[in-house]
């Protein structure tokens, strides 16, 4: 073996190695999330898909997603993206259909091995007037409960803590929601130890950000990161 082929598998293996350092990220949310082509598994509804049906996006190109451009900014690599386009947090859809299909808490096992996950959800609980539901803890749950917000929320933080041990998890939380989803989303991740990250006025068309609002929520996640650490 000569030098050049022993240089061409050194630098193989420096970029094999440099790569299995750089940290995975997951995603668990709704129609904010998606991108046709980027969403597992790909039977999800999705809303982004490079086009522009009646003027209702200007988001075209999955580089200008919120999440895309997070993680190029900080050089992390995409490990699960499992949105569902029109998904809520709980079982309880639009005109109290059922969504357990699609739910939050239906979807919260399927995300690979993440060093980081990201939840984006309850925009669709709130729109689609999902029942609120008590507080409860965790091992008070029971099956019906999951048809009620605050009740699945628990379930889902509490079991992904557990399910995803060692990953940093984060909640990011619409703005422009009812006063009910947004301190029952606070309050809960606040007991679960989950950091919420709430959003403000996010550049939207058709409810959905904008190119500039894809780009105020990634500005906004990187700058509550930053804080972080």
């Not at 073996?1 to 949310?29: E, P």
């Not at 009740?151 to 933080?157: N, Y």
Request: overall charge negative; charged content about 20%.
């Amino acid at each position: 073996m000569n030098k050049t082929t022993i240089l061409f598998y050194a630098l193989l293996l420096i970029t094999a190695i440099a790569d299995a350092q750089r940290k995975a990220v997951s995603i668990l949310g709704d129609s904010y999330s998606t991108f046709e082509g980027f969403t597992t598994p790909a039977t999800n509804a999705i809303w982004y898909n490079g086009h522009n049906p009646a003027g209702q996006t200007d988001v075209t190109d999955v580089t200008q997603t919120w999440w895309y451009q997070l993680i190029m900014r900080e050089g992390w690599k995409l490990c699960v993206n499992n949105s569902y386009s029109g998904s809520t947090i709980c079982h309880t859809g639009y005109n109290g259909d059922d969504y357990s299909d699609r739910s939050f808490v239906s979807r919260m096992d399927n995300l690979g091995c993440p060093d980081i996950i990201f939840i984006f959800g309850a925009t669709n609980d709130s729109w689609a007037h999902a029942p609120i539901g008590e507080y409860k803890a965790d091992a008070d749950i029971r099956p019906a409960d999951l048809w009620l917000f605050r009740p699945a929320l628990t379930r889902l933080l509490h079991h992904m803590k557990h399910r995803y041990l060692g990953a940093e998890l984060y909640f990011l939380l619409n703005d422009g929601l009812s006063a009910d989803i947004t301190s029952s989303a606070t309050t809960i991740c606040h007991e679960q130890g989950v950091k919420c990250i709430s959003l403000s006025a996010i550049h939207k068309i058709s409810g959905h950000p904008s190119q500039r609002g894809m780009q105020q929520i990634a500005e906004q996640v990187a700058k509550a990161l930053k804080a972080e650490r």
